[in-house]
């Protein structure tokens, strides 16, 4: 046989022995990205007069590593449209969506769909590296008197048990738990 | 002396001529290395806008293809005797498909928000790339074949990697799950995704890389150096862009080896049917190729996982291992049929 040929078959099997074997071998290596959200909000005052505006500012973050998604999901279970909710400043580097009762919503862990029972805001940082703390600051005019309720969690991903917050508190339709602040609008 | 000045006017109107095919190329180039990048960028999630910087090459590269194709028109002496009205044609057609597909893209935009990788507006575009490129290899190897004279290894291999590109936009459209939006889920089919990249990535390698070889007979280098061009622009505009793959790169350097190696059983080995040798070698070794991208094809019908950008080293070192020696000979034999082609096409392009 040429020569050549006897050659190439064997650098060949050489090429197919580490790109088969060891480069999966070496990628396999590669550190999980274990990441853990949080968030802080903060809100002015506790009650409000029928039309007056509140500021709602929510601080978020990770952390363990680098992350290829930090989101907050904001649910508003007393509104019903964003008419009295605006972004004020926002320090995420993704468009926000808003999901409007009845829109088919993402719930991203797991992947899935579902229909929006109430106002829903997703806001996003792709990636967010350990050292981004994004801060959002929402400026909120409540349409009815009574409870005006504000449920905030936040997921970061790859999605690991420990990619949700907050780990406790109260639960929501998604069977996860949320931060629920309160104001009353008298 | 004579003799000395009709050969210093002969260099001299072989690169008036084909230079403007030159620049048509280079222009296909940017465009594709641009689109593949701004593919990396979606992945990686990174905020779109208008003046990102995968956006300006790829508005760049239109710009110089339609400079090279002005140029084609401007008169030189003897110009008629290289037939060159086939190449000038396509790419016509081909600058006419890249320049309304930037304004109908942005009419898209406006109707349907974000757009995924396969819709009609970028079926344009991917044509136009296609036809620009294609006229431009025809173009240059009909000059190079009527006047003897080459353009050089560099700028040849250059040229066959923006048709390379160009070719891979298609079969990229057609296998990766990248193109559902808000309003159209023209996601392909995972298990038809997974057999068409499995036939069609071969192909297309073994398409470009022998007619690169087929219309530099017996001249050993056009070949490595295509394939050389590819490997540095996927480098790039798909591994650099994502910091977890930054390691993989000496790896994928090693993707240089089945193409060195086809290009030296062509020019330098003497045996009967070396085309298709040549061509199994660069077909067997698609599925390190098409490195990283081709990993959200084959998680489709594996794993139906979330891809998330820092888990693609994972989630192909979980496949490789399993499929790779069928993807391989799969690769070899699918390579048969872009052989075919290349032989064929490049018998044509020089007549």
Redesign the interface.
């Known amino acids: 046989m040429?020569r050549?040929?006897l050659a190439?078959i064997g650098?060949?099997a050489v090429?197919?022995l580490?790109?088969?074997?060891?480069?999966?071998?070496?990628?396999?290596q590669?550190e999980?990205?274990i990441t853990s959200p949080f968030f802080i909000t903060s809100q002015e005052i506790e009650s409000i007069s029928k039309g007056e505006s509140f500021d709602f500012i929510i601080d978020a973050g990770i952390t363990g590593s680098?992350s290829?998604?930090l989101i907050l999901i904001i649910g508003f279970p007393d509104a019903k449209s964003f008419d009295g909710i605006k972004i004020k400043s926002s320090e995420f580097?993704?468009?926000p969506k808003f999901f409007e009762i009845g829109d088919e919503v993402k719930t991203y862990y797991p992947?899935d769909f579902k229909i929006a029972e109430y106002p829903l805001l997703h806001i996003?940082n792709?990636?967010n590296l350990i050292d981004k703390k994004p801060i959002l600051q929402l400026e909120i005019t409540p349409e009815s008197l009574g409870e005006f309720r504000i449920f905030t969690k936040a997921k970061s991903?790859?999605?690991t048990d420990d990619s949700n917050f907050p780990k406790g508190g109260f639960v929501d339709e998604d069977n996860e738990f949320v931060e629920k602040k309160v104001i009353l609008v008298d | 002396m004579t003799e000395q000045i009709s050969k210093t006017k002969n260099s001299f109107s072989f690169w008036k001529i084909v230079i403007p095919y030159i620049i048509l190329g280079m222009g296909v180039v940017l465009v594709t290395g641009g689109g593949s990048w701004d593919i990396s960028n979606h992945i990686l999630n990174k905020p779109e806008s208008f003046f990102a910087e995968p956006h300006l090459i790829l508005y760049s590269g239109v710009a110089i293809s339609i400079v090279g194709f002005g140029a084609l028109f401007i008169p030189i002496r003897n110009k008629n005797s290289f037939n060159l009205k086939f190449p000038k044609l396509l790419s016509g057609l081909g600058i006419f498909l890249l320049v309304i597909s930037g304004p109908l893209d942005f009419w898209w935009h406006d109707m349907y928000g974000l757009d995924g990788l396969l819709s009609p507006i970028h079926l344009v575009l991917m044509t136009g790339m296609l036809l620009t490129s294609i006229a431009s290899v025809v173009g240059i190897v009909r000059i190079e074949s009527k006047s003897k004279r080459k353009i050089g290894v560099i700028l040849q291999g250059l040229i066959f990697s923006g048709v390379w590109f160009s070719l891979t936009g298609f079969a990229h459209s057609f296998s990766l799950p990248f193109s559902k939006t808000d309003y159209f889920d023209f996601n392909p089919e995972p298990t038809f995704a997974a057999i068409f990249a499995t036939i069609v990535y071969p192909i297309v390698m073994a398409f470009i890389l022998i007619t690169s070889a087929k219309v530099s007979p017996g001249k050993f280098g056009y070949l490595s150096t295509t394939g050389a061009f590819y490997i540095l622009i996927m480098i790039l505009s798909a591994l650099l862009p994502n910091p977890v793959l930054i390691d993989a790169v000496p790896f994928y350097l090693l993707n240089l080896i089945p193409f060195v190696l086809a290009d030296v059983i062509i020019n330098k080995s003497q045996i009967k049917k070396s085309h298709f040798v040549a061509g199994a070698i660069i077909g067997s070794s698609f599925i390190f190729s098409y490195f990283p991208l081709i990993t959200y094809t084959y998680n489709e019908v594996m794993f139906h996982r979330l891809v998330w950008p820092s888990m693609i080293p994972m989630i192909y070192s979980e496949f490789i291992v399993v499929i790779f020696p069928l993807l391989v000979a799969c690769g070899a034999v699918s390579s048969i049929i872009g052989t075919v082609i290349a032989l064929r096409a490049s018998r044509r392009i020089i007549t």
């Open positions: 040429n050549i040929i190439s650098i060949m090429y197919f580490v790109m088969g074997v060891v480069f999966p071998d070496a990628l396999s590669t999980k990205r680098d290829d998604m580097t993704q468009s992947s996003f792709m990636p991903a790859p999605f």
